[in-house]
C-alpha cells in the first residue's frame, strides 16, 4: 500500500523561523570564528593545561589547539549552512542545523572548565562573551526548532495545505 503524501503550506510562522535561524546563524557564525581563531591559541591552550596539571603543557598545547580549531571550523560551516535557511526549506538542512545546534549548545560541558577560567583570567568576561553567546543562543535556537517542530507537527514551521 502507497502511503499518500500531503502537501504542505506556510504558516504565519515560517518566515519568522527561517529568518530567525538565518540570523542565529549569522551571529554564531561570527562568535564560533571569534572564540577559534581570536581567543583560542597555543599559549592559552599551555596556560589551561598547566592548571589542569597537563604532563607535558609546552608540548601538548599546539596539537591541542590544532585540534580545537578543526572542530571549530567544522562548527563555523555547520552555523554559516543556516544561512541557506533564507531560501531552502531543504529536510536536510533543517536537520544539519538542528544537529549543530544542540551539539553546540553542549559546549560548556564539553570544554573543560580551566579553559574558561584561563579565557577569564586573559581576556576578562568579553573572552567568554562569544562562546556564551553562540553556546547559549544554540539551546534557545534548538529549543525554538523543537518546540516548532512539536507544535506543527512538521518541519520549517509548515502546516498541511
Known amino acids: 500500500m502507497k502511503k499518500a503524501k500531503y502537501q504542505l503550506t506556510d504558516s504565519t510562522a515560517t518566515r519568522k523561523l527561517q529568518i530567525t535561524i538565518v540570523l542565529c546563524s549569522i551571529i554564531f557564525t561570527i562568535g564560533t570564528a ?3 581563531f581570536v581567543i583560542i591559541n597555543p599559549p ?6 598547566q592548571m589542569a596539571g597537563g604532563a ?4 601538548a598545547a599546539s596539537g591541542f589547539t590544532f585540534g580545537f580549531r ?3 571550523c567544522l562548527y563555523i560551516i555547520g552555523n554559516a549552512l543556516g544561512i541557506f535557511a533564507l531560501n531552502s526549506r531543504s529536510r536536510i538542512l533543517w536537520w544539519v542545523i538542528l544537529v ?3 551539539t553546540q549548545a553542549t559546549g560548556p560541558i564539553m570544554i573543560p572548565s580551566s ?3 584561563t579565557v577569564n583570567d586573559v581576556y576578562g568576561v568579553l573572552g567568554i562573551l562569544p562562546s556564551a ?3 547559549g543562543g544554540a539551546i534557545i535556537l534548538s529549543l525554538v526548532m ?5 507544535k506543527f507537527r512538521t518541519i520549517w514551521a509548515q502546516k498541511p495545505a
Open 56 to 59: 607535558d603543557p609546552a608540548g
Open 34 to 36: 571569534i572564540h577559534n
Open 100 to 102: 549543530v545546534n544542540i
Open 44 to 49: 592559552l591552550i599551555e596556560t589551561m593545561m
Open 146 to 150: 523543537i518546540i516548532s517542530m512539536l
Open 133 to 135: 553567546i553562540t553556546d
Open 70 to 72: 578543526i572542530v571549530g
Open 115 to 117: 579553559m574558561w577560567t
